[in-house]
């Protein structure tokens, strides 16, 4: 049977690019490592951050109802990090950058080692940024 190796890109749609794009570049290049390039489908203009594991793409929406993330469809979306100090120095560079983002602390009735910091883009998709927990570590390394 086919495994599924991780995620290989997300589409968000955005109610102004230009709006969104200083954000993502904030949260996903200058905080986060990714790279970014810009491309045209359909006559559509798109903006692509992608890493060596997936690709985070933003497009325009094509009606202006405002995200609800209680609505069906998208909750949130949560990047993995490796260490809680990674999780840290991520909350740190985004509210230095100006955005609201939570500072970066233990949740415990998550998982024991649960650290993350919660933010929202300019439509209110909500973001978090996690550590890369032990349960997640020993689920992969002990999978067979």
């Known amino acids: 049977m086919p495994e599924v190796m991780g995620v ?4 968000i ?3 102004d690019l230009a709006r969104a794009e200083p954000f993502y570049d904030q949260v996903l ?3 986060l490592g990714f ?6 489908l359909s006559g559509d203009p798109h903006i692509q951050y992608f890493n060596r594991h997936f690709g985070f793409v933003l497009r325009p929406a094509r009606s202006g109802v405002p995200h609800d993330p209680y609505a069906p469809g998208l909750h949130h979306f949560c990047l993995r990090v490796d260490t809680v100090a990674d999780v840290q120095a991520v909350a740190e560079q985004l509210c230095a950058a100006g955005l609201d983002a939570t500072p970066a602390r233990l949740y415990p009735e998550y998982a024991p080692d649960y ?30």
């Open 8 to 11: 290989d890109h997300i589409y």
């Open 13 to 15: 749609t955005v109610s």
């Open 29 to 31: 290049v200058a905080a």
């Open 35 to 40: 790279r970014k390039n810009t491309f045209a």
């Open 115 to 144: 650290w993350a910091t919660f933010f929202a883009d300019p439509d209110g998709i909500r973001l978090e940024v996690t550590n890369y927990r032990q349960e997640r570590r020993a689920r992969h390394d002990a999978w067979d």
